[in-house]
């Protein structure tokens, strides 16, 4: 099984709007690009952060597709311990560079079509609601919704 985890920045990180600050909205896809989790955080805080509650559930066998700012020994070394692969591009300023399949970072692109498809719902790519967990819900019922239309019958 695959994932790839992946954030998606609303708007610009660390600015002021007329809301407030931007969100992040982090996310984790299966290998057919159906959501699995979803998390946010503020848009100013590090990547990473969100990771550690996203891939707790993550098992043995288990491929984590994931950009630059996933790469972290903290968030490695458990995926390691429970049986799980990062394919995850080491930054430039890490020392010892462990091994990325390119061929398998390709399929990174489920998680950018997912949001792609999320950004097609107006209320999640301009973020009307005001409070956090009320973007959340609205972000979870756009992936439903998603999730839904591929179970779709075509019949």
């Known amino acids: 099984m695959k994932c790839g985890i ?7 990180p660390s600015l002021r709007s007329r809301g407030g600050l931007t969100t992040k ?16 955080t ?21 491929i984590v597709l994931a950009d ?11 995926l390691r311990e429970k049986g799980a692969f990062a394919n995850v591009p080491p930054k430039v300023n890490r020392r010892s ?7 398998l970072y390709r399929k990174r692109n489920l998680i950018e079509r997912f949001f792609s498809k999320l950004k ?3 209320r999640v790519a ?4 005001k409070l956090a967990e009320n973007f959340l819900a609205m972000v979870q ?15």
Do not use: C, N
Not at 97 to 103: A, E, G, N, Q, R
């Open 6 to 12: 992946r954030d998606y920045v609303i708007s610009r």
């Open 25 to 40: 909205i982090h996310a984790v896809v299966d290998a057919q690009g159906l959501p699995i989790r979803l998390s946010l």
């Open 141 to 155: 019922l756009a992936s439903m919704r998603l999730l839904l239309r591929s179970y779709d019958s075509t019949a």
């Open 97 to 103: 560079k462990p091994y990325v399949s390119t061929w």
């Open 42 to 62: 503020a848009g100013q805080s590090h990547d990473g952060e969100a990771a550690d509650d996203l891939l707790d559930y993550v098992g043995a066998g288990t």
């Open 120 to 122: 097609h719902f107006r």
């Open 126 to 129: 301009t973020r009307y609601d």
């Open 68 to 78: 630059k700012a996933y790469d972290a020994d903290r968030i490695r070394t458990p």
